[in-house]
T-cell receptor
Framework: EDQVTQSPEALRLQEGESSSLNCSYTVSGLRGLFWYRQDPGKGPEFLFTLYSAGEEKEKERLKATLTKKESFLHITAPKPEDSATYLCAVQAAGGNNRLAFGKGNQVVVIP | DVKVTQSSRYLVKRTGEKVFLECVQDMDHENMFWYRQDPGLGLRLIYFSYDVKMKEKGDIPEGYSVSREKKERFSLILESASTNQTSMYLC??????????FGDGTRLSIL
């Protein structure tokens, strides 16, 4: 069974204080690892897809990296508008298009 | 941009009622998904469909059914609503090997 564990569950940051979120996974052959952002009362919004170890993707203050066992979402010099829950999900190779989600990292950035 | 539209943002129903949640996507995606999201439990897959009239059970199908009569529409049915089905329901769609795109969710309360 595919498993995704995200840590820390919750994180409070001062504006400008960089940090990293962790997503550890076990999957029978990784087809892709996905990061989403979710604001309260809204659906998840797609951020990145990573396919193989060593791959990195960047968007504004966010950078996602991937190893064979985990992914990190680095938030550099965060702003209050980066406050959200960040969700990690994995898709196994050879199967259908279903995803296994972690429980999320809730990030609050204080001005 | 992909648009996934869920028919209601908020819904209040009584126990024992038959409840229909509707989801429509505008990008001709083959795959559609229904999740529920609860605090501390994350996103859990209820049912998914990879083609018209095709459906597969997810991780928590009990008490639910689905209907996909047209490619763009995927309905979730609560046959006899119970209080433990109070939750946020999220619909998503995708084509193969692409990220899932989510609607904004339906917050369902069963009284």
């Amino acid at each position: 069974e595919d498993q995704v564990t995200q840590s820390p569950e919750a994180l409070r940051l001062q504006e400008g204080e960089s940090s990293s979120l962790n997503c550890s996974y076990t999957v029978s052959g990784l087809r892709g690892l996905f990061w989403y952002r979710q604001d309260p009362g809204k659906g998840p919004e797609f951020l990145f897809t990573l396919y193989s170890a060593g791959e990195e993707k960047e968007k504004e203050r966010l950078k996602a990296t991937l190893t064979k066992k985990e992914s990190f979402l680095h938030i550099t010099a965060p702003k209050p508008e980066d406050s959200a829950t960040y969700l990690c999900a994995v898709q196994a190779a050879g199967g259908n298009n279903r995803l296994a989600f972690g429980k999320g990292n809730q990030v609050v950035v204080i001005p | 941009d992909v648009k996934v539209t869920q028919s209601s943002r908020y819904l209040v129903k009584r126990t024992g009622e038959k409840v229909f949640l509707e989801c429509v996507q505008d990008m001709d995606h083959e795959n559609m998904f229904w999740y529920r999201q609860d605090p501390g439990l994350g996103l859990r897959l209820i049912y998914f469909s990879y083609d018209v009239k095709m459906k597969e059970k997810g991780d928590i199908p009990e008490g639910y059914s689905v209907s996909r009569e047209k490619k763009e529409r995927f309905s979730l049915i609560l046959e006899s609503a119970s209080t433990n089905q109070t939750s946020m329901y999220l619909c998503a769609s995708t084509i193969s090997n692409q990220p899932q795109h989510f609607g904004d969710g339906t917050r369902l309360s069963i009284l």
